[in-house]
């Protein structure tokens, strides 16, 4: 069993940076492909982007993962009022990664962002 829990979330201004954290703990960290979605209320729950080995950007968005500290992270710069959402890192097994919150058996509590204008 794998237990997920974010931090960083909070509430900060358009055009600033935010990292948000994913700690995983109960199994090896190394094995698993993490995932971050994000959710407002009423809609789906919304994949963000996701990590195997590397770290990835995507224009504002930069995942990174350090597997001694068995730590993801998301970071997403020039923050706008629509990226408000509460941020769900998620993990599975494997290599690949999956756009699809099913394909997905461990998730975080979530963290709240909120962007103001």
């Known amino acids: 069993q794998v237990q997920l829990v974010e931090s960083g979330g909070g509430l900060v201004q358009a055009g600033a940076s935010l990292r948000l954290s994913c700690v995983a703990s109960?199994?090896?960290?190394?094995?698993?492909?993490v995932a971050w979605f994000r959710q407002v209320p009423g809609k789906d729950r919304e994949f963000v982007q996701g990590?195997?080995?590397?770290?990835y950007t995507n224009g504002r968005v930069t995942v990174s993962r350090d597997d001694a500290k068995n730590t993801a992270y998301l970071r997403i710069d020039n923050l706008r009022p629509e990226d408000t959402a509460v941020y769900y890192c998620?993990?599975?097994?494997?290599?690949?990664?999956?756009?699809?919150?099913?394909?997905?058996?461990?998730w975080g509590q979530g963290a709240q962002v909120t962007v103001s204008s």
């Open positions: 998620a993990a599975r097994d494997g290599l690949s990664i999956s756009d699809s919150p099913r394909d997905y058996y461990y």
């Open positions: 990590i195997s080995r590397s770290t």
């Open positions: 109960g199994r090896t960290f190394y094995s698993l492909v």
